[in-house]
C-alpha cells in the first residue's frame, strides 16, 4: 500500500491499555524465503469466454456430503483472473454500476455514470441468498430464483477520492466537491437484487421490483435498548428513535426467520471532530470517542463533511458545536448511530431496516446464528475487527418457537428476538476452557468500572467496547468473520491478521503472544519485515452443555495460516502443504447444502506469491488435535512457554484450495443456492493499488478485472459477484 492511503480493512481503533490475557510468550521465528521457486502450472482453460481461468486435474464424481472434496486443488498464481478448478464455470453477476432500475442507463465506466443510489455499490463484500418461488413469493426451497442481498463495503481511493468513480479521479484536496461525495455515499450501503436462472445461466433482473437500495443516507430505525435514549439525539432525530445510512457493510448474517442482517465495519474514520472538540464535549463522551478510534482533528477518510452547508454534509461532522444539553441542535451524537448489525425484510423494499443495539456496537464483521432450538434462546455470534479487538455473542431474552421459521413478520419476529437478551464477550484460557463474560449494569465490574462510568442499559449497547474492557476479555489478533458447523453447532472464528503482536511488547497497542493468539514472529514479504501474526488463524468453540445460553466454553484452533516451507515448530502450526498454505482469513461460511466451511482471504502479507483465494475443508471438531508448547527466548534471554491447542492437522482431502482470485482483490461473501449447485462470490476492490496518477492509462492499472474477460464496458477495475456452477450440474466443492 502507499503511504497516503489508508487500509480501511485494517483499523486499530483499541486504544485501552487493558493488558492481555495470557500475555507471556514471544516469537521471533517463522520467515518467508526471499526465492521461493515457481508458483506452478495453472491451466488456461477459458470458461463461458469470460478469461476465467482454470487448473488442476480432472473432475471428481459428486460426493456423499461433507465426505470428500472433489476437485484438484488450485495452484497459487498472480493472473489477473479468477481461477476454478476443472470441470466448473464461473461467470459475472453483477459489478459496480449495474443498473437495478428499468430506467438506468447501462454503466459506462469512465468516471461520468451517476445515479448511483439505483446502482450496485462498491466492494461488494458479505451476501445472502433469499429464494422466491414462480409467483415472486418467499420460497426457502427455491434453486433457480431468487434475491441476492449485497453488502457495499467501501471503495477504492486514494488521497480522499473514490479515484475510478470520477472521470478525472476526482479532487485530492479540500472541500471536496458536493457531486463527488453524493457519488461516495451512494455507493455505500447494501442492494438486493432479483437474479434468475434460465437454462444454465444466471442473471440479475433488471427492473425487477424487489431491486432496491440502502445507502449512507437512507432512513433507518434505531431498535433495541438504545432507542431513545439520550446518546442518539441529533438534529435529524431529536427522539433518537432513528438515523441516517448504514456504512461500510461487511459481513452478514441470515436470520432463522428468513431475514438479512448487515454489520457496520470500519465507519469511525467518516466522522469529523474539531481540533478543540474535546474541551467543548467536556463530559465522557470525549472517553468513548477515544475508544473507537476518533481523536479529535483528526482527518476523515473522505472529507465528506467539507461539501457544503447541507444537513447530508454537516451530518459527518460529529463536533460539539450547538448551545443545547441534548444534542438536537448539532450531530455531536451521529456516530453513535453507526457500528451495529442492521436487519432488513430482503423482500420489502418498503420496511424500514433496523439497527438491532442489543447485539452491541463495534467493528461488526457477520452475525453467525447458533442452530435454532426449540424452547431454548437463539445465540448471535459476532468479531470486532479491529487489532487486539473481542469476540462476542448475544443470547435472546425470547425462547425459539420454531413456527418463527415460517413469519409473515420478519422484522416484527426480529423485535421478538433481537430487542431484548443480554451480551457476553469471550475469555480464553490457557487450559483450553474459556468464559463468557456478561456485559449488562448487572454485572458490577460493569456497572462499578473505573474507566467510563454506564448510565444505563443503552450505555453499554452503545460503549460495547468499553464494557469488554472492564471485565478483562482475551484480545484477539482481528476477530473477523464467524460461523456456525451445521453438523455439530461450533463455532468458527476467522482472526485474520495483528501486526502488534511482540515477543517483547512495547507501550499499551503491542501485545505478546496468548494461548488463543499464540504467534509472534517475523515473515519476509521479500525483503521486507513483516511482524506480529501476519497470516493469521481460525479459532473454534464448543459451547458447555447449556448451549446457546451456556456462560463457558472449550476452545482450539482449527488451523493458522503459514507458507507451507515455514516453520513447523513456531509458525505453520497446521503443516499446511503447498495446495493448502493460506494467509489473512477473512470470509467465512459453511455450506449447509454439503457441510463444506468456505474460507476466503483478504491479505497483504503473501500477495507476492499469490492472489487472494478461497480453500474448501472438512473440519472436523473441537479436540480433535493436541496441546502444543511453543517456546521462545525473550530480549532478556529468559524462556517463556506457552501452551495452545491445535486442531488435526488437516489433509490433502480435508483442505484444499478452490479459487485464487485477480490482482489485488480479497475474495469475500459467500451464498449458495439451498441444493449447493450454484455458489455466489464477491471479488472486492480489484486493482486497489493502482495508483491515482495513473488513473488515464488503464494499462498502468495493477487489474482490469472485470473488463479483460469480455464483462461490460470500460478498463476500470470493478468489484462483482460471480457465480460458480459445476459442468455436471452437482454440488460445488464435491
Known sequence: MKTDRIDFN????????????????QARLGRRSLLRGSVGAVGTAMLGGLGLSACGGGDAEAAPAATLLGFTAVAKNLTDVVTVPVGYTASVLYALGDPLTAGTAAYK????????????????????????????????????????????????????????????????????????????????????????????????????????????????????????????????????????G????????????????????????????????????????VTSLKRYGRAQGAATRHGW??????????????????????????????????????????????????????????????????????????????????????IYKYVSTANWDPLDANSTDVMATGDKYLDSGKMYVAKFNADGSGQWFELSMSNPTVAGYAGYAFADQADVCVNTRLAADAVGATKMDRPEWCSVNPANGEIYYALTNNSNRRVDPTGSSQLAPDSANPRAYTDLKGTTEQKGNPNGHLIRIKEAAAGSAATSFTWDLYALGAQSDADGSKVNLSNLTADQDFSSPDGLVFSPATGIMWIQTDDGAYT?????????????????????????????????????????????????????????????????????????????????????????????????WPGNVGYGAGKRPRSATIVITKNDGGKIGT
Open 109 to 244: 465506466n469512465d468516471g461520468t455514470d451517476a445515479d448511483f443510489d439505483k446502482r450496485a455499490g462498491d466492494h461488494h463484500d458479505g451476501m445472502e441468498w433469499f429464494g422466491m418461488d414462480a409467483d415472486g413469493k418467499a420460497s426457502r426451497n427455491a434453486v433457480d430464483r431468487g434475491l441476492l442481498a449485497v453488502n457495499h463495503e467501501a471503495t477504492t481511493d486514494e488521497k480522499l477520492s473514490s479515484f475510478f468513480l470520477h472521470a478525472n479521479g476526482g479532487a485530492t484536496s479540500l472541500p471536496r466537491p458536493a457531486a463527488e461525495v453524493d457519488k461516495e455515499t451512494a455507493i455505500h450501503g447494501v442492494s438486493v437484487v432479483e437474479v434468475k436462472r434460465t437454462g444454465d445461466k444466471w442473471a440479475t433482473v433488471q427492473g425487477s421490483g424487489f431491486n432496491f437500495r440502502l445507502t449512507a443516507l437512507s432512513d433507518i430505525e434505531i431498535a433495541g435498548p438504545a432507542r431513545g435514549n439520550a446518546l442518539m439525539v441529533t438534529k435529524y432525530s431529536a427522539t433518537g428513535t432513528k438515523t441516517r
Open 10 to 25: 485494517d483499523e486499530d481503533s483499541n486504544t485501552s491499555a487493558n493488558p492481555s490475557f495470557d500475555s507471556v510468550l
Open 305 to 390: 463533511e467539507t461539501a457544503g452547508a447541507d444537513d447530508k454534509y454537516a451530518r459527518w461532522n460529529i463536533s460539539k458545536l450547538g448551545a443545547s444539553s441534548t444534542g438536537n441542535d448539532d450531530y455531536r451524537n451521529e456516530m453513535n448511530g453507526m457500528g451495529f448489525m442492521v436487519e432488513i425484510d430482503p423482500y420489502n423494499k418498503a420496511r424500514a431496516a433496523k439497527k438491532r443495539t442489543a447485539l452491541g456496537r463495534y467493528a461488526h464483521e457477520s452475525g453467525a446464528f447458533g442452530l435454532p432450538v426449540a424452547g431454548k434462546p437463539i445465540a448471535v455470534y459476532m468479531g470486532d475487527d479491529a487489532r487486539n479487538e473481542y
Open 608 to 704: 507476492d506469491v499469490t492472489n487472494c483465494m478461497m480453500l474448501a475443508a472438512l473440519p472436523g471438531r473441537v479436540g480433535d488435535g493436541a496441546k502444543k508448547t511453543l517456546s521462545y527466548t525473550k530480549a532478556d534471554g529468559s524462556t517463556l512457554a506457552v501452551d495452545t491447542y491445535v486442531g488435526k492437522a488437516p489433509t490433502p482431502a480435508t483442505l484444499k484450495r478452490f479459487l485464487v482470485g485477480p490482482k489485488d482483490c480479497e475474495i469475500t461473501g459467500l451464498c449458495e443456492t439451498p441444493d449447493g449447485r450454484a455458489v455466489f462470490i464477491n471479488i472486492q476492490h480489484p486493482g486497489e493499488t493502482t495508483a491515482l496518477a495513473n488513473i488515464a492509462d488503464p494499462a498502468k492499472y495493477t487489474s482490469q
Open 246 to 285: 448504514t456504512l461500510n457493510n461487511c459481513g452478514t448474517g441470515k436470520t432463522p426467520w428468513g431475514s438479512f442482517m448487515t454489520g457496520e465495519e470500519n465507519w469511525v474514520g467518516y466522522f469529523f471532530r474539531a481540533a478543540t472538540d474535546d474541551a467543548a464535549r467536556a463530559d465522557k463522551s
